[in-house]
Nanobody
Framework: QVHLVESGGGVAQAGGSLRISCKAP???????????MGWYRQAPGSQREMVAT???????NYAESVKGRFTISRDNGKKTVYLQLNSAKPEDTAVYFC???????????WGQGTQVTVSS
């Protein structure tokens, strides 16, 4: 079963913007509210790293490399989390994975990833 579905990946020019989304179509709305949602990325030959997270109460956390450029947000009614990439850099090129963590049960899920490519 696919619990998290990413969309919006593609190609952006350096300095440009892109928004990626992650929807949880199978998650009950009341359960979605209690999840920390996050975005991670993995570039070729590199380990997966945290990009940004947002808790059920809206507290955000960012990797130093994206602070001031990326914004994570969530729309609980749509069971969707977004990542706005601004001032994109070629080093942002990676597969971006959506992640959910249930704050009560600590169960987690991963999306299948969406490719983001920033050309110089």
């Amino acid at each position: 079963q696919v619990h998290l579905v990413e969309s919006g990946g593609g190609v952006a020019q350096a300095g440009g913007s892109l928004r990626i989304s992650c929807k949880a179509p199978r998650t009950i709305l009341s359960v979605y509210w209690q999840k920390t949602m996050g975005w991670y990325r993995q570039a070729p030959g590199s380990q997966r790293e945290m990009v940004a997270t947002i808790t059920s109460s809206g507290i955000t956390n960012y990797a130093e490399s994206v602070k001031g450029r990326f914004t994570i947000s969530r729309d609980n009614g749509k069971k969707t989390v977004y990542l706005q990439l601004n001032s994109a850099k070629p080093e942002d090129t990676a597969v971006y994975f959506c992640h959910s963590l249930d704050e009560s049960t600590m169960s987690e899920d991963w999306g299948q990833g969406t490719q983001v490519t920033v050309s110089s």
